[in-house]
């Protein structure tokens, strides 16, 4: 299912039709070593950004599951980028998973890193404390 999207980073801006996104700060997502071949740091004050393009035909997609399975990004229907920050753009809602949890929809959506920051929730009561 493909949605267009618009996204404004601190790196840069991008815009096109994706059929998968994710903001993370792993080394892997589903079991697989997605990142391996980057300089992914989990203490970095970064977030990773990892979009996979609309594939046009069968080829594409073969491509970008071959460059996956190899822990690589190096494919132009995949971009990666390290960021602080993002924000979509999107032209419908698109529903978000928070750690594989519905985490609501929109059209829109900010997300940032608060770096060395760990936030509690307890009932009614939250604390953020920078490490």
Request: hydrophobic fraction near 35%; aromatic fraction near 6%.
């Amino acid at each position: 299912y493909r949605r267009h999207i618009k996204i404004e980073t601190d790196e840069g801006s991008e815009e096109g039709d994706f059929i998968f996104g994710a903001v993370c700060n792993t080394v892997s997502m589903g079991g697989m070593n997605l990142f391996g071949k980057t300089d992914v740091k989990l203490n970095d004050g970064k977030l990773e950004l990892l979009l996979i393009r609309a594939p046009k035909n069968i080829i594409d997609v073969q491509q970008i599951i071959a460059t996956l399975s190899k822990g690589s990004t190096e494919n132009p229907n995949i971009f990666f980028k390290q960021i602080k920050k993002a924000k979509f753009t999107c032209d419908s809602e698109v529903a978000w998973t928070i750690d594989g949890e519905y985490g609501g929809s929109g059209t829109d959506a900010d997300i940032c890193i608060c770096e060395k920051a760990i936030t509690v929730r307890t009932g009614k009561i939250c604390l953020q404390h920078s490490l």
